[in-house]
């Protein structure tokens, strides 16, 4: 304990020259805040946060890092749920959160110019008043920081249509581990070179610091509309998804609820849910008012063709946004009815999900803990909610083992482990799974090519190939079951 | 259909061992626009790697060999009412999908539905190591591990052979038509730039000799007759002007033999002085000038004073031209971990 004490003086003493004090935490109060992020199960306290206000300061930490060899995990608002901000016990944490500006809303170019701490709700209201919006919006989107969607490459309701972060980014300045301060992209649709600007996206605060980023801001639809399907059986409901994107129509957004899950909403936010429903399916269709009739034609017919016996059309824009608040609450909802969840995120081809959604089902009878399934349904982008109790003796374990399965079942049918959370820690094992050795190799080179001494974020995003042989697991090439003999669960 | 990813790969350990570089090469229709050195090496023609490999319809997602030609890939779309959201040039229609891919093309709709590095999902690659592998998928999210299938477009063929690609696929609109209207050069970019901040139909936008069309694709005719009322103008018979335009074969892509073609990619309000021989697509983004003479230092200038670039067509320079040494190095780095000795494309990289 005083070997960390000394330790940590002695690190905090190589940032007094470039930082004012109140940058500077080290008191065990002040450290505390920072030693988990949203994934919660796993804690670390680090070395020092630091809390630098200019691109300068940034640029100067790195470097003191980078000549010290001091481990360095930048930070947004810590609501990543796989543990991606978690610190290193010997490392600094890198807080962005005084980055919190907006240095521009250019309405003519539809762009916005803003630091990486700003709230990525924040930029949506700020573009507003020109007519625009920002489209990714994470669930999280009241309080996660635009910093961390790149770093993430952050999803949300609206992806279906509109595309994850990277569609939606057009240029970063970056500073790299030994400090320098690079831009890539532009304002321009293309620029000449690698697409660094795609290479940046969603790596997870490993390959450089994001300090500054143009987002590509979109005209607010004129008209939106809401349906809200209840259905009596979730694969029935799980099918009428892959056919509404079949028959030609591309919703603003197609979410889907489970029981569980949207009986834990309805009780938190009262979103008008119904719920004796085995699930409900949100579609939204947004454009202009006759374009939307036309599609909503469509998506009805497919709706009762499916089996839907009730289409509910939100009648008010509070009825809208209610229908919303529900979905968008989920996780917290979640959160009042179990003392503990685990947030999983596995991507499947959307015509596998009645199946998953099946395997799952299994696999949470098979483990004894109770799972609820909410998910950009358009996507094939399951967020299964593990309940657990951590205070119960092996419950995590057992939690964290089913978790595990799910994301492998979701390989298994050609899908993958993260569809938009990120790999962190928290599916580190699973990425033996989803990867030959021949691709991590590839993974640590990329990461070698951008940081030589591996300081940035050491230890997550990708397994070192000693952790995968311990791990024991059996790669499963994309899609193509080991056994596709046996029968499944 | 073909397959020769395991003669490919013999080729690709060979080169590695002699440090004997390799030319990729698709159909072949850009050899005389890339710097000659570029071509230095044994020819790879990958057009004989080539064949759909899976389309579903209902998933929206095609995985095809790289060398199968864009004019196959589009008639099979066609039949399911889908398409390339990126809508690539086809130019003699011979170009491949990795060609598309590599040279990172997109078509007039670029700025509404994107380029080869928005629509690409997973890609299989044979990199300089003579490793196969696979990035991505064919799921419409997916974050594990870095984005090496992005990062492939555009690359022109430095980072290894695109032996794969998966690509999201859209519906065609139900309907889409092409409204023609007289109008003068910065009447037409105030239009586009007041069009961009407001919800409209549109997938198409270029201003030539003193004429705006405007390509809408809606699901309703409502939607397209709204429009023409507020812009007025005439609906034209069909929509070719539109594949003209991609494949270059408007009457505008036709510089004399003492003129070049290029093109300065802007911000799309970025404002460009208007050029003697000027064509402006992308709704404002993309301008193309055919130029007389050594036009390359007042283009440059022009280019950056609107904060884009500048690139003369048919000579693309090297993969990067950014002028950035820390970038140059990144690029080097990379270029490092998927074409060591540079076997690939030499004279294309930066290293
Ligand atoms: C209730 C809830 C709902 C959620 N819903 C969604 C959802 O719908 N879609 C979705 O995609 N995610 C969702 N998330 C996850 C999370 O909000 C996102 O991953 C978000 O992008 C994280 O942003 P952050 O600012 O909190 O980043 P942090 O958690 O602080 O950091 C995340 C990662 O990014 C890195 N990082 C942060 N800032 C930078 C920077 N400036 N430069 C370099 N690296 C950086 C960190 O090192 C870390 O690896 C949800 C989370 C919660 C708690
Ligand atoms: C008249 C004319 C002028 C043009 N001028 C330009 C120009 O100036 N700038 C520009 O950017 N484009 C230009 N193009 C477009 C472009 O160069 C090609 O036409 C387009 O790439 C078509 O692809 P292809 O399949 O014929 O590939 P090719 O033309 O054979 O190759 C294009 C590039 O992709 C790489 N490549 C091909 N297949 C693979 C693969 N499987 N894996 C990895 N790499 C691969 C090649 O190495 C090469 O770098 C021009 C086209 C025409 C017809």
Redesign the pocket.
């Given at each position: 304990m005083n070997l960390k004490l000394t330790q940590r003086q002695k690190t905090a003493e190589l940032f007094r020259d470039i930082l004012p004090a109140d940058s500077i935490l080290s008191l065990d109060e002040e450290l505390k805040p920072y030693e988990c992020?949203?994934m919660m199960a796993h804690n670390i306290v680090p070395l020092l946060v630091l809390l630098p206000e200019e691109i300068d300061q940034v640029s100067k930490v790195l470097r003191i890092c980078y000549d010290n060899e001091i481990p360095v995990?930048?930070?947004?608002?810590?609501?990543?749920?796989?543990g991606?901000?978690i610190p290193h016990e010997d490392g600094v944490i890198l807080s962005?959160a005084r980055?919190n500006k907006i240095l521009e809303i250019d309405s003519e170019n539809c762009t916005a110019r803003v630091q990486?701490?700003v709230r990525?709700l924040a930029i949506t209201e700020a573009a507003k008043p020109h007519g625009l919006y920002y489209a990714?919006?994470?669930?999280?989107q009241i309080?996660?920081?635009?910093?961390?969607?790149?770093?993430?490459?952050?999803?949300?309701?609206h992806c279906l249509k509109y595309g994850l972060?990277v569609n939606n980014i057009l240029e970063l300045t970056?500073v790299t581990i030994d400090g320098e301060t690079v831009k890539v992209g532009s304002g321009a649709l293309d620029s000449p070179g690698l697409d660094l600007l795609a290479l940046m996206t969603g790596?997870?605060?490993?390959l450089?610091?994001?300090?500054d980023i143009v987002v590509k801001l979109l005209p607010q639809p004129t008209d939106i509309i809401v349906l809200l399907t209840p259905f009596d059986s979730i694969e029935v409901a799980g099918n009428a998804v892959a056919d509404i994107i079949a028959a030609g129509v591309i919703p603003a957004g197609l979410e889907m609820m489970d029981n569980p899950s949207l009986v834990a909403a309805e009780d938190f936010v009262h979103a008008g849910y119904p719920t004796d429903a085995e699930a409900i399916l949100l579609c939204e269709l947004d454009g202009e008012a006759e374009d939307i009739a036309a599609d909503q034609e469509v998506v009805e017919a497919v709706l009762r063709k499916a089996g839907a016996k009730e289409i509910r059309v939100a009648e008010s824009v509070e009825e809208r946004l209610k229908f919303w608040a529900g979905r968008k609450a989920a996780?917290?909802a979640i959160g009042r009815i179990s003392p503990d969840y685990l947030?999983m995120d596995g991507t499947i081809p959307r015509k596998h999900l009645a199946q998953v959604l099946k395997d799952t089902h299994a696999l949470s009878e098979h483990y004894g803990l109770r799972v609820a399934n909410v998910f950009?349904a358009g996507d094939g982008n399951l967020h299964p909610l593990i309940l657990y109790n951590a205070s119960e003796p092996g419950e995590l374990e057992k939690a964290e083992e089913l978790g595990g399965k799910i994301l492998e079942t979701c390989v298994q049918y050609g899908g993958t482990i993260t569809g938009?959370?990120?790999v962190?820690i928290e599916k580190i094992n699973q990425m033996c799974v989803q990867f030959t050795s021949d691709e991590l190799e590839v993974f640590h080179a990329v990461k070698a090519a951008f940081d030589n001494k591996g300081l940035l974020?050491p230890g997550?995003?990708v397994p070192t190939l000693h952790r995968c042989a311990e791990f024991g697991a059996m790669h499963v090439h994309h899609g193509q079951l080991p056994h596709p003999e046996l029968e499944r669960f | 259909m073909s397959d020769i990813q395991q003669e490919l790969l013999g080729q690709v350990v060979a080169a590695q061992k002699n440090n004997e570089p390799l030319a990729l090469l698709g159909s072949g229709s850009k050899r005389f626009l890339l710097p000659s050195e570029c071509d230095s090496g044994q020819t790879v023609d990958l057009t004989r790697h080539h064949g759909v490999v899976s389309y579903e319809p209902t998933e929206l997602v095609i995985t095809a060999r790289g060398g199968t030609p864009l004019a196959e890939i589009n008639e099979l779309l066609n039949e399911h009412n889908q398409m390339l959201p990126f809508d690539p040039p086809m130019f003699d229609g011979k170009g491949t999908v990795a060609g598309a891919v590599a040279m990172g093309l997109a078509g007039p709709g670029r700025p509404w539905r994107g380029a080869p590095r928005d629509a690409i999902l997973g890609i299989k690659l044979l990199d300089g190591e003579g490793r196969i592998v696979e990035f991505g998928g064919q799921v419409m999210k997916n974050v594990a591990g870095y984005d090496i299938t992005r990062l492939m477009c555009g690359a022109m063929g430095t980072l290894g052979v695109l032996l794969e690609v998966s690509i999201r696929l859209i519906p065609k609109a139900r309907v889409e038509r092409t409204l023609r209207t007289g109008m003068g050069y910065d009447e037409s970019r105030q239009l586009m730039n007041s069009m961009r901040s407001q919800s409209v139909p549109l997938t198409g936008a270029f201003w030539y000799k003193d004429q705006l069309h405007l390509r809408l694709s809606a699901a309703s005719e409502t939607a397209l007759n709204k429009l023409q009322q507020r812009v007025g103008g005439e609906w034209l018979a069909d929509n070719r002007v539109w594949q003209q335009l991609r494949d270059q074969q408007h009457e505008f892509f036709t510089p004399a033999d003492s003129q070049s073609l290029w093109r300065i990619s802007t911000p799309p309000a970025a404002e460009v002085p208007q050029q003697e021989q000027h064509l402006l697509d992308w709704g404002g983004a993309q301008h193309w000038i055919i130029a007389q003479g050594d036009w390359r230092e007042p283009l440059n200038a022009i280019a950056s004073a609107a904060r884009g670039h500048a690139q003369p067509w048919f000579s693309t320079p090297k993969i990067a031209s950014t002028g950035n040494e820390v970038i140059k190095q990144l690029q080097v780095n990379l270029e490092e971990v998927f074409n060591r000795n540079r076997i690939f494309n030499p004279g294309c990289c930066n290293g």
């Amino acid at each position: 304990m005083n070997l960390k004490l000394t330790q940590r003086q002695k690190t905090a003493e190589l940032f007094r020259d470039i930082l004012p004090a109140d940058s500077i935490l080290s008191l065990d109060e002040e450290l505390k805040p920072y030693e988990c992020d949203g994934m919660m199960a796993h804690n670390i306290v680090p070395l020092l946060v630091l809390l630098p206000e200019e691109i300068d300061q940034v640029s100067k930490v790195l470097r003191i890092c980078y000549d010290n060899e001091i481990p360095v995990v930048a930070r947004g608002a810590g609501t990543g749920l796989s543990g991606g901000a978690i610190p290193h016990e010997d490392g600094v944490i890198l807080s962005l959160a005084r980055f919190n500006k907006i240095l521009e809303i250019d309405s003519e170019n539809c762009t916005a110019r803003v630091q990486p701490g700003v709230r990525n709700l924040a930029i949506t209201e700020a573009a507003k008043p020109h007519g625009l919006y920002y489209a990714p919006d994470p669930s999280s989107q009241i309080a996660c920081t635009i910093g961390g969607n790149v770093a993430e490459n952050a999803g949300g309701v609206h992806c279906l249509k509109y595309g994850l972060t990277v569609n939606n980014i057009l240029e970063l300045t970056i500073v790299t581990i030994d400090g320098e301060t690079v831009k890539v992209g532009s304002g321009a649709l293309d620029s000449p070179g690698l697409d660094l600007l795609a290479l940046m996206t969603g790596s997870e605060g490993m390959l450089g610091v994001i300090i500054d980023i143009v987002v590509k801001l979109l005209p607010q639809p004129t008209d939106i509309i809401v349906l809200l399907t209840p259905f009596d059986s979730i694969e029935v409901a799980g099918n009428a998804v892959a056919d509404i994107i079949a028959a030609g129509v591309i919703p603003a957004g197609l979410e889907m609820m489970d029981n569980p899950s949207l009986v834990a909403a309805e009780d938190f936010v009262h979103a008008g849910y119904p719920t004796d429903a085995e699930a409900i399916l949100l579609c939204e269709l947004d454009g202009e008012a006759e374009d939307i009739a036309a599609d909503q034609e469509v998506v009805e017919a497919v709706l009762r063709k499916a089996g839907a016996k009730e289409i509910r059309v939100a009648e008010s824009v509070e009825e809208r946004l209610k229908f919303w608040a529900g979905r968008k609450a989920a996780f917290p909802a979640i959160g009042r009815i179990s003392p503990d969840y685990l947030c999983m995120d596995g991507t499947i081809p959307r015509k596998h999900l009645a199946q998953v959604l099946k395997d799952t089902h299994a696999l949470s009878e098979h483990y004894g803990l109770r799972v609820a399934n909410v998910f950009h349904a358009g996507d094939g982008n399951l967020h299964p909610l593990i309940l657990y109790n951590a205070s119960e003796p092996g419950e995590l374990e057992k939690a964290e083992e089913l978790g595990g399965k799910i994301l492998e079942t979701c390989v298994q049918y050609g899908g993958t482990i993260t569809g938009e959370h990120g790999v962190g820690i928290e599916k580190i094992n699973q990425m033996c799974v989803q990867f030959t050795s021949d691709e991590l190799e590839v993974f640590h080179a990329v990461k070698a090519a951008f940081d030589n001494k591996g300081l940035l974020n050491p230890g997550k995003a990708v397994p070192t190939l000693h952790r995968c042989a311990e791990f024991g697991a059996m790669h499963v090439h994309h899609g193509q079951l080991p056994h596709p003999e046996l029968e499944r669960f | 259909m073909s397959d020769i990813q395991q003669e490919l790969l013999g080729q690709v350990v060979a080169a590695q061992k002699n440090n004997e570089p390799l030319a990729l090469l698709g159909s072949g229709s850009k050899r005389f626009l890339l710097p000659s050195e570029c071509d230095s090496g044994q020819t790879v023609d990958l057009t004989r790697h080539h064949g759909v490999v899976s389309y579903e319809p209902t998933e929206l997602v095609i995985t095809a060999r790289g060398g199968t030609p864009l004019a196959e890939i589009n008639e099979l779309l066609n039949e399911h009412n889908q398409m390339l959201p990126f809508d690539p040039p086809m130019f003699d229609g011979k170009g491949t999908v990795a060609g598309a891919v590599a040279m990172g093309l997109a078509g007039p709709g670029r700025p509404w539905r994107g380029a080869p590095r928005d629509a690409i999902l997973g890609i299989k690659l044979l990199d300089g190591e003579g490793r196969i592998v696979e990035f991505g998928g064919q799921v419409m999210k997916n974050v594990a591990g870095y984005d090496i299938t992005r990062l492939m477009c555009g690359a022109m063929g430095t980072l290894g052979v695109l032996l794969e690609v998966s690509i999201r696929l859209i519906p065609k609109a139900r309907v889409e038509r092409t409204l023609r209207t007289g109008m003068g050069y910065d009447e037409s970019r105030q239009l586009m730039n007041s069009m961009r901040s407001q919800s409209v139909p549109l997938t198409g936008a270029f201003w030539y000799k003193d004429q705006l069309h405007l390509r809408l694709s809606a699901a309703s005719e409502t939607a397209l007759n709204k429009l023409q009322q507020r812009v007025g103008g005439e609906w034209l018979a069909d929509n070719r002007v539109w594949q003209q335009l991609r494949d270059q074969q408007h009457e505008f892509f036709t510089p004399a033999d003492s003129q070049s073609l290029w093109r300065i990619s802007t911000p799309p309000a970025a404002e460009v002085p208007q050029q003697e021989q000027h064509l402006l697509d992308w709704g404002g983004a993309q301008h193309w000038i055919i130029a007389q003479g050594d036009w390359r230092e007042p283009l440059n200038a022009i280019a950056s004073a609107a904060r884009g670039h500048a690139q003369p067509w048919f000579s693309t320079p090297k993969i990067a031209s950014t002028g950035n040494e820390v970038i140059k190095q990144l690029q080097v780095n990379l270029e490092e971990v998927f074409n060591r000795n540079r076997i690939f494309n030499p004279g294309c990289c930066n290293g």
